[in-house]
Every structure is written in C-alpha cells, then in structure tokens.
Nanobody, 128 residues
C-alpha cells in the first residue's frame, strides 16, 4: 500500500487549497480514507474521513462546513478541499488508509492508531 500526497503550500487566511492523496496497492472501494493534521507542538488530530466507496463523509466540528472530501475512483485519489482557511489550519496534513471499510466507523474524529497506512504528509501554511 502506498499513499502519495500533494497539494500543500502557502495560503492566505480565508483562502482555499486542495490536498490530494493518490493510492496504490489498495482499492478505495474497500478502504476508508482519513485525514489528519499535526501542528507544531500539538498532537496529531483526525479531522475527516471518507468511507470506502465514498458514500459517507464525516468531519470534525472544527472543520465542518469548510473542509470537503471527494474521491476519484478512476484515479484512485482522494481530495481534501480546505476553504476559508484559518490560522489554526496551518499544519502538516496526512492521509491514511484504514484496514478496510468501517475502520473506526469512519468517525468524524478518526484515531490515528486505527489507520495502518500513511501518506508522507504535506505542509499547509496559512499566512498573509
């Protein structure tokens, strides 16, 4: 299993950014994909999850309404669109694949220990 991330960068407050997570060695139809972030000096936190097959998405309360998950099955990619960026959104973002469907119930606050396969991380910096 390999997850390759792209799309991070510098964005002004209120701006938008789309992160990508390209998967190989697994089927997006059979694995939940979760997103996590870790800011300097803080613990890694789960912020969103898209279920295997893409029918369900869940978001942490802190990002709901601003983050949007989507997927492209043909490209085997999952995307995290971040709108109306806030300073506190600046962090290293990771995508991770679960062991299958219903990993940790694809909860809105996924727990990193439940996800065995990780992308390399991509940095999002929010600054004017």
């Amino acid at each position: 299993v390999q997850l390759v991330q792209s799309g991070g960068g510098l964005v002004p407050p209120g701006g938008s950014l789309r992160l990508s997570c390209a998967a190989s060695g697994l089927s997006l139809g059979h694995h939940d994909i979760a997103w996590f972030r870790q800011a300097p000096g803080k613990e890694r936190e789960g912020v969103a999850c898209i279920s295997a097959g893409g029918k369900m998405t869940n978001y942490a309360d802190s990002v709901k309404g601003r983050f949007t998950l989507s997927r492209d099955g043909a490209k085997k990619a999952v995307y995290l669109l971040i709108n109306r960026q806030k300073q506190e959104d600046g962090a290293l973002y990771y995508c991770a694949a679960g062991t299958g469907p219903f990993t940790d119930f694809c909860t809105k606050r996924p727990r990193f220990r439940k996800y065995p396969s990780w992308g390399q991380g991509t940095q999002v910096t929010v600054s004017s």
